[in-house]
């Protein structure tokens, strides 16, 4: 289980997550997403997910955060 992480207040809003990489958006926080969301989706029965991104430069930095907190709830990704 992961510990508690601090987020910037500006990069989560009331339906999606919006920052800029290296501000105020770092790999941690997609680590931490990553581990919240494959919470909710385990505890709701789910097994398996599927991620992908576009082609900024930083993309696959954050992809590679957000599958190791997926992986870390018991996911299939």
Same mark, same amino acid.
């Given at each position: 289980?992961?510990? %508690?992480?601090?987020? /910037?207040? +500006?990069?989560?809003? $009331?339906?999606d997550v919006r #920052?800029? +990489? &290296?501000?105020? !958006?770092?790999? %941690? /926080?997609?680590?931490a997403l990553g581990?919240?969301? @494959?919470?909710m989706i385990r505890?709701? @029965? @789910?097994?398996? +997910?599927? +991620? &992908?991104? /576009? #082609?900024?430069?930083?993309?696959?930095?954050? $992809?590679? %955060?957000?599958? $190791? &907190? !997926?992986?870390?709830? @018991?996911?299939?990704?």
């Amino acid at each position: 289980m992961m510990q %508690a992480h601090q987020f /910037d207040s +500006v990069i989560l809003r $009331e339906y999606d997550v919006r #920052g800029t +990489v &290296g501000k105020n !958006l770092h790999t %941690a /926080d997609a680590t931490a997403l990553g581990c919240a969301y @494959g919470t909710m989706i385990r505890r709701a @029965g @789910g097994k398996k +997910v599927m +991620v &992908g991104y /576009d #082609g900024r430069t930083h993309s696959p930095a954050m $992809e590679t %955060a957000l599958v $190791e &907190g !997926l992986m870390s709830t @018991g996911l299939e990704v």
